[in-house]
């Protein structure tokens, strides 16, 4: 990789099923951000030319214009062949995205060269240039939310294997046989078993549901799991001990596939990092089978900002020769 331009400024984006984030980055500082609805079951096509103005909104804020940008990145939530910029699988955002050649439009619109990746990759890659992994070369990421993004880097490498697969799919790993359908065609991920998409499902699955302080709650996320949890309550304490058993097993399996030295856990879910952090190092310190020594499990530090600060490391893999 050529030497970093230690002025070099970027457009960042951050495309999720809900929110737009597009932030402007200079020399890994976030200069200005702003938030998006991604109304993401609409498509894509409908939602660029919001994206290119809010680009063009927050350069002109900055007294920038896109001829100071070294270029644009884009986190997405699929699967990415990094060598052409196509989107190579659709999960109900975006649908229409394989379609479109975002290179040529970033290249026409905007006049830049677009570097586009895995929203969960770009998530460790931001961890890994300038958060909780600065100094690692060996690491994973898991990401608990809405589902659960997982990615790895091997001796200083990013894997991504010959389909862009390769580290991204850890959260459609087996974690109990028989367990439950997932969305991937999988039985028993880890994603089926504790991830917000599936949180519902699995509440309403048990018995115990309707008399518990979550049947009553307007949203049924882990943040009114592990509230309900903290107080006693029966129905809540068996969902969170059960996610987190996931989360730990998943832990275990992924120190087993990619041999890391430290695992960061980020995302919505570890606003109970109190809770989940000590209970995951544990169960990896007692199952992981790491005989060279003790595998580090942290939070991220860069949370919601991770796949912004990515872009710049992504632009220069991409494009080398940027300025
Ligand atoms: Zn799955």
Redesign the pocket.
């Known amino acids: 990789m050529q030497s970093r331009n230690p002025l070099m400024t970027i457009l960042a984006c951050d495309l999720g099923g809900t929110r737009m984030k597009i932030g402007v980055m200079r020399a890994g500082v976030l200069l200005a951000l702003t938030v998006e609805p991604a109304n993401s079951k609409a498509g894509l096509a409908p939602q660029l030319p919001v994206l290119k103005a809010a680009c063009l909104r927050l350069l002109s804020e900055l007294k920038l214009t896109p001829r100071d940008c070294a270029g644009i990145s884009i986190a997405f939530p699929s699967l990415i062949d990094t060598a052409t910029g196509r989107v190579l699988a659709e999960y109900r955002k975006f649908a229409d995205a394989m379609a479109l050649d975002l290179r040529a439009w970033a290249q026409c619109e905007l006049g830049l060269p677009l570097a586009i990746e895995n929203d969960a990759r770009m998530a460790l890659i931001g961890e890994w240039r300038a958060g909780a992994g600065r100094g690692v070369d060996n690491l994973v990421m898991m990401t608990l939310g809405t589902g659960l993004g997982v990615c790895a880097i091997i001796e200083g490498r990013v894997l991504r294997g010959k389909h862009g697969q390769a580290g991204v ?1 850890g ?2 790993f087996t974690v109990r046989y028989g367990g439950r359908a ?6 028993g ?4 078993e504790a991830s917000t998409a599936f949180l519902a499902e699995l509440a309403k699955s048990r018995s115990d549901f309707a008399t518990s302080a979550l049947a009553p709650e307007p949203v049924l996320d882990f943040a009114a799991v592990f509230k309900h949890a903290a107080a006693g309550d029966a129905c809540a304490v068996a969902l969170r001990d059960h996610s987190i058993q996931v989360w730990a097993t998943l832990a275990v399996n992924l120190n087993h596939a990619y041999d890391p030295e430290m695992v960061i856990i980020g995302g919505g879910i570890m606003a109970s990092a109190d809770v989940i952090l000590p209970a995951v190092r544990a169960h990896v310190a007692r199952h992981a089978h790491t005989p060279w020594g003790k595998v580090q499990v942290v939070a991220s530090q860069l949370g919601d900002h991770a796949a912004l600060v990515a872009g710049e490391w992504l632009l220069q893999e991409q494009f080398p020769n940027l300025k």
């Open positions: 799919l959260g459609h997932c969305s991937c065609g999988n039985v991920c880890a994603e089926a």
